[in-house]
């Protein structure tokens, strides 16, 4: 089992920045993937980004890359979700989402919600124009 607790949502005006986070308890953080994903009312859920268990690997939706950044610190087994320049098209609550899955994964999956196994409640972003 893997509790997953999102923080640092709120309100930011256009071009500026937030840092999410989302503290990990249960199983050893450091053994499974995390990803980031977001929904807009009326949407459904969208990828964001992923990192591996080591930090060592990140993956980035288009509509995010060179603007946000995703880490780790598996001693604190919380990851980061670093949003700069934000637009308010980035509007949504976005969720934290662990892969306990154990072994190779295709990358093709790394967006796919159902390839995540415990979800955070989310924490909800608002980017005025």
């Known amino acids: 089992q893997v509790q997953l607790v999102e923080s640092g949502g709120g309100l930011v005006q256009a071009g500026g920045s937030l840092r999410l986070s989302c503290a990990a308890s249960?199983?050893?953080?450091?053994?499974?993937?995390m990803g980031w994903f977001r929904q807009a009312p009326g949407k459904e859920r969208e990828f964001v980004g992923r990192?591996?268990?080591?930090?060592?690997?990140?993956y980035y939706a288009d509509s995010v890359k060179g603007r946000f950044t995703i880490s780790r610190d598996n001693a604190k087994s919380t990851v980061y979700l670093q949003m700069n320049s934000l637009k308010p098209e980035d509007t949504a609550v976005y969720y934290c989402?662990?892969?306990?899955?154990?072994?190779?994964?295709?990358?093709?999956?790394?967006?796919?919600?159902?390839?995540?196994?415990?979800w955070g409640q989310g924490t909800q972003v608002t980017v005025s124009s």
């Open positions: 249960g199983r050893t953080f450091s053994s499974y993937a």
């Open positions: 990192i591996s268990w080591s930090a060592g690997i990140t």
């Open positions: 989402a662990a892969d306990t899955t154990i072994g190779y994964i295709s990358s093709s999956r790394y967006a796919v919600p159902d390839e995540y196994d415990y």
